[in-house]
Nanobody, 123 residues
Framework: QVQLVESGGGLVQAGGSLRLSCEASGRFFSRFTMGWFRQAPGKEREFVAAILWSGSIYFADVAKGRSTISRDNAKNTVYVQMNNLKPEDTAVYYC?????????????????WGQGTQVTVSS
């Protein structure tokens, strides 16, 4: 497992952008598939985006077309940027890691989780 710490959340107006970072400690970061999830009050945790160890990326429909995800293995860090934010994007955003080498969007498949960072989008 790895320890994950997210940062970059905050309050942003609708239409704005945020870049979230997730720094990992531990070995072999480059071998992990890294995912971003979010959870709004009263809702289940949902998948947002993932980047595989190979660099392949995948987005959920809620993020597709307005988001980017990247990783810097030298810094043990993964990033997600979301543009054109909407009030419905308000949630706690979590970074997660899994040793699975194929894409998975299921939260249960991820072994390590960060503490989450709050993103609030005002209308």
């Amino acid at each position: 497992q790895v320890q994950l710490v997210e940062s970059g959340g905050g309050l942003v107006q609708a239409g704005g952008s945020l870049r979230l970072s997730c720094e990992a400690s531990g070995r072999f970061f480059s071998r992990f598939t890294m995912g971003w999830f979010r959870q709004a009050p009263g809702k289940e945790r949902e998948f947002v985006a993932a980047i595989l160890w190979s660099g392949s990326i995948y987005f959920a429909d809620v993020a597709k077309g307005r988001s980017t995800i990247s990783r810097d293995n030298a810094k043990n860090t993964v990033y997600v940027q979301m543009n054109n934010l909407k009030p419905e994007d308000t949630a706690v955003y979590y970074c997660a890691a899994t040793r699975r080498t194929v894409l998975t969007t299921l939260a249960d498949d991820y072994d390590s989780w960060g503490q989450g960072t709050q993103v609030t989008v005002s209308s």
